[in-house]
């Protein structure tokens, strides 16, 4: 059978499709598998607890269910969703957004993809055009979305070493080229895979430069502020009418619910709406129906202020003491987790690539990602991004600390027989 160019292109092997798989398999087929490889979030009970209620309610209030389940909504999303996070964005942050502003997807995966396609690809003029992604390793589910080649470009980070083991990657602005061929700048804040929070005035700094250029700033905005807010370092939230910011409600707990979130002006929110009424007629009002009384009354900043942003935490700590006991003095770096569900390792010199360790780790029951898959738009083979790996730490507790010993003992393996 012969697939067209966007058939070969979304339909084949992708690093995304990878990590899907391997998912999949170890939620529901090889439970035996360590699982540290994927982005799911942790079940924390006292949530899972507030969502239950929430789901009883539905069931026991008049018809809330047979809507739910049983009517389109509007292209946009849910228009008491949408009203209801305008007034929470604008009491929290002072933003200028109405409701206007927002629109719901099908998951931040597909809110990203409309995105990129908006702004960048084949212009009515003919000239091509991409996002430019300031900072790699960036988010493993961008790399396969353009529907053009070329779409991404990138620019490699500066590494500061902060103490023994612990560095932190920053944008090198001298290495940013924006010009007629940038369509969008993107990132991710915080950083997924590697936990980095991009400071203040590296934000500050990419506005400007977008504003200057006369192109949007997309913040994919999964893991931070106001909810699930799993954010362990000062980092103050940006909107203005040059940036787009997408959330999720993945990350409080719900990510089978699929509900991403798109925060940018009027124009934006009206094309992703048309975009929406193509692909999918209307966005699910399940996850929306289920966050909406935790969206009016701002309960949703106090869950993810107290209750989740504690927990992972809590686990980034246990994550990184262990690994330090295990590896003691082998050279290996941690990037300093300031967000997200995940520690990124970086084992400088280490003898065989990244996608040799993955394969060696699944053979002994424990999933990873290799980093190579993290780097899309870099153009260049940067020995850097074969020594990486991203581990998730958001897991049952016993599972995360035997995998993470596995992952030590054949990192051990792997320098001692070089």
Known sequence: MRFSKFGNKLGGQAGITQLMDD??????????????GGGNPGQIPAVQSLFRQRMQAILD?????????GNYGPPQGAPEFTRALAALLQREFGWPVEAENIALTNGSQSASFMLFNLFAGDGEDGEPSNVLLPLAPEYIGYSDQ?????FFSAARPTIDHLEEHVFKYRVDFDALHVGNHTGAICVSRPTNPT???????????????????QVPLIIDNAYGTPFPNIIFSQATPFFNDN??????????????????????????IKAVSGINAVLNLTTGGFGPMLALDLIESGEIIKVSREIIRPFYRHKAEQAVALLKQELGDYPFHLHKPEGAIFLWLWFEGLPITSQELYQRLKQRGVLVIPGHHFFPGL???WRHSHECIRVTYSQDQAMVEAGLKIIADEVKKAYDNA
């Open 243 to 268: 940036v787009i910011v997408c959330m999720s409600l993945s990350k409080l707990g719900l990510p089978g619910v699929r509900t991403g979130i798109v925060i940018a002006k009027a124009e934006v």
């Open 195 to 213: 936990g980095n929070v991009l400071t203040d005035e590296e934000v500050t700094r990419l506005m400007a430069l977008a504003e200057r250029h």
């Open 146 to 150: 353009g529907l053009t080649h070329g």
């Open 379 to 381: 153009n260049e083979d």
């Open 61 to 69: 209030d008049g018809d809330s269910f047979e809507r739910m389940v």
């Open 23 to 36: 998912l999949g398999t170890a939620m529901s087929v090889n439970r035996e598998m360590l699982m540290l």
